[in-house]
Structure formats: structure tokens, C-alpha cells
């Protein structure tokens, strides 16, 4: 494995009734609140009652942001951050899923600043400071309550941008898993295809020695394969989603990929794919992973492949070559997707073939390198979206 370095100074409280140390957290840092949330779910499950209920009872001022798209704005991002300016809010609390964390994430560097919030996102210009931050998660899937990544679309340039930076991590995020129980089944099956993208991003690296995070990569993925079609049947049992919830957390928190660096080429993809066409994605990962996994599949990866297949996806290897083994397993996962309900392909979103060309220049255009496993040029992410049409 390589040398690395592993903080995450976020404190995690997990479990049912952590809702109830928030205003304590929340009093270490400050007084006047900036409450983020999305489309409204928070209100018709009867979290935010449970959160202004408690933010009233402590005595904690607060103004709201509500309305944060699934793929967070940057329109929204700058109302947020003029509306801390302009209340002098000293603490952002996010309640929802990840896309209301990663809004919050640009919102708290952006309010410490005079720059323009998208040059940091783009990397012009470093964030210098931010607002503390906390979460309360509502949807399980995408891990960003551990992670210090956020994804930012500017939908009037067309561009959606991963970024990163040390003032984005939360001071406290709470994961109560009974707060998930009302996602419906396809918003459960996208976190959960979140889940396992971020697992089997991790996965697919050039690191040698390293048996105990692969073991770590696999058994969680051997659970949330187990667990999910028990779910799907009995969306409000509490285990299934706490097992659930738990897997997502930790996917995205670096516990699991200590000593290398996966290859996200894949994510890189989707990023430029939904800057144009405004896509799950949980959708976009069932869709773009099994094809990136055929096309980088050849002589010198088939034996992660055939890993994969053989410890995760149960396939039977004997008298089978390391090639069929591998193949089994690719198809394998994608069967598991579309069987809980995940879209196979673009057309399925009404994505034309028209889209790949300009979507692969936007990857190219966003990242430097496409990818750590297996870096992918242009031809590559043409060839790619092609099979995925």
C-alpha cells in the first residue's frame, strides 16, 4: 500500500434519538442557524418539526434555505451565502440527503470569503476559511456527511464540478436511520447504487498489499447485496435501514481506502453527463459502471475482476477462465442493479447518442485525468457512453 495520511475529525453520532444532542453541538460553535434543506420531504416526515422544535427550545435563531435541488445549484449556493452575510449566521445546519450537504459544503466556504464562490469550486482560487456545519441525513447513499468532496452544477454554463477543500468538513453529522425510512423504493435503490459505486470506485486500484482493505471493500458490498432486496420488500424496517445507512456512511468517509487511491474515472463521467441532462446519480452510476467495467476489462485487470467476482458476486470458477470469471461477475452486478429496479441504459432517461461527443469533451475539459485504475482519454469515454446508450 502507499504512505498516507487518514484524519476525520467529524464527529458521528449514530443511531435513534441523536436528534436530541443537536442543539448542544450546535450551541459549541454559535447562535444564529442557517437551516438547509431540499424539496420538502424534511417537513412531510416530520423532521424539520423535530429540528425547529428543538432549535426553539434552546433559544437558537435561525433563517432558511430551503428548496436545494437534487443536483445542488450554484444559484442556490450564492442565496445561501448572501443570506448568511446578510443575518450574520454564525453555524449552517444541513437536513437531507447528500445534495443538501454538498450545497451546504460551498454555501460555508463562500460566506467566509469575497471571492466568487465557483473560481473555488473550480480551483482558481483557494477557500481560506468557512462556517462550522453540521448534518442531520435523511437519505441514505451518497456518504457526504464523513467526506470533505462536494459536486456543484452551474446549469447556466453546463458544467458540474467535484471539488474539495479542508473547510468543507462538518463538525458533526447525525445518522439516524429511522429518518430514511420514508424514501420511496427508486430514491432507496439510487442511494443504494451510490452506496456500492463509491465502494467499488475504491476497489478498482494500482495498490499492492493490501488484503485487509480489500476485505473491507468486499464484505460491505457482500451485505448491502444481502441486505437491499430485504429492504425493497419492507421499505420501514428500521435493521435493514440502519445496516443500510451505516454502509453509506462509511463508503465516502476514507475508512475503507486507506493506502491508495481508487479511480473515479466513472464518476468523472456522470458529473459531465448530468451538467447537461439533469439526472439521478445513483441512475447514472447503474448505468455508466458495468460498461466501464467491461471496456477497462483485458489481460492486466482480469484479476481484480475475477476477485470481485469470485468474493462479492458468488460466481462459480472452476473450470472457467480468469476472462469468463470476470465477465460472469460484470454481468452478475448488473443483473443485481436492474433487478432491484436501476436503469440499464441512457435511452432510458431519453439521452440521445447526439449527447457523447459533448459530454466526453466535458469530462475531458473538468478533470486532468479521468481516472486512476485506468485513465481514460476522449475515444475511451466515447466508447463508454456508446455501450451505455
Not at 56 to 81: C, F, H, M, Y
Not at 138 to 158: F, M, P, R
Request: net charge negative.
Amino acid at each position: 500500500m502507499e504512505p498516507f495520511m487518514y484524519f476525520n475529525p467529524t464527529k458521528l453520532l449514530f443511531g435513534k434519538g441523536q436528534i436530541n444532542r443537536l442543539t448542544k453541538e450546535i450551541k459549541s460553535y454559535g447562535n444564529k442557524v442557517l437551516l438547509v434543506y431540499g424539496g420538502g420531504s424534511v417537513k412531510r416526515n416530520g423532521v424539520y418539526d423535530e429540528v425547529t422544535t428543538l432549535l426553539k427550545q434552546a433559544e437558537i435563531d435561525w433563517v432558511e434555505l430551503s428548496g436545494v435541488e437534487p443536483n445542488p445549484r450554484l444559484t442556490t449556493v450564492q442565496k445561501g451565502i448572501a443570506l448568511c452575510k446578510e443575518h450574520e449566521v454564525d453555524f449552517v445546519l444541513a437536513v437531507g440527503g447528500g445534495s443538501v450537504i454538498d450545497c451546504t459544503k460551498a454555501i460555508v466556504v463562500g460566506a467566509k470569503t469575497n471571492e466568487a464562490v465557483w473560481d473555488i469550486i473550480c480551483r482558481k482560487v483557494r477557500a481560506t476559511d468557512g462556517l462550522p456545519y453540521g448534518s442531520i441525513v435523511t437519505i441514505a447513499g451518497t456518504g457526504a456527511e464523513l467526506s470533505l468532496n462536494s459536486v456543484i452544477t452551474n446549469w447556466e454554463q453546463q458544467d458540474k464540478r467535484a471539488w474539495v477543500s479542508s473547510f468543507s468538513r462538518a463538525k458533526f453529522a447525525i445518522v439516524d436511520p429511522t429518518y430514511t425510512k420514508t424514501v420511496p423504493k427508486r430514491q432507496t435503490v439510487y442511494g443504494v447504487v451510490d452506496t456500492m459505486s463509491h465502494i467499488l470506485e475504491h476497489y478498482f486500484h494500482q495498490a499492492e498489499n493490501t488484503p485487509i482493505q480489500d476485505q473491507f471493500l468486499e464484505s460491505v458490498l457482500r451485505t448491502v447485496i444481502d441486505v437491499t432486496p430485504k429492504l425493497l420488500t419492507d421499505l420501514e424496517n428500521e435493521t435493514y435501514r440502519e445496516t443500510i445507512a451505516y454502509a453509506s456512511t462509511i463508503a465516502l468517509s476514507d475508512q475503507l481506502n486507506m493506502g491508495f487511491i481508487g479511480d473515479w474515472g466513472t464518476h468523472h463521467i456522470d458529473h459531465a453527463l448530468s451538467a447537461f441532462y439533469d439526472i439521478p446519480h445513483g441512475g447514472g452510476m447503474a448505468i455508466l459502471f458495468p460498461n466501464w467495467m467491461r471496456y477497462v476489462l483485458n489481460d492486466d485487470t482480469v484479476h481484480r475482476f475475477k476477485q470481485l467476482a469470485i468474493q462479492v458476486l458468488g460466481i462459480e470458477f472452476e473450470n472457467k477462465t480468469d476472462q469468463a470469471i470476470a465477465e460472469a461477475g460484470i454481468n452478475q452486478l448488473e443483473t443485481i442493479w436492474t433487478e432491484w429496479g436501476a436503469p440499464k441504459y441512457l435511452s432510458d432517461y431519453d439521452i440521445s447518442t447526439e449527447a457523447i461527443d459533448k459530454i466526453a469533451d466535458k469530462t475531458i475539459e473538468t478533470v486532468l485525468v479521468c481516472g486512476n485504475y485506468y485513465p481514460l482519454s476522449k475515444e475511451d469515454i466515447v466508447t463508454i457512453l456508446e455501450k451505455s446508450m
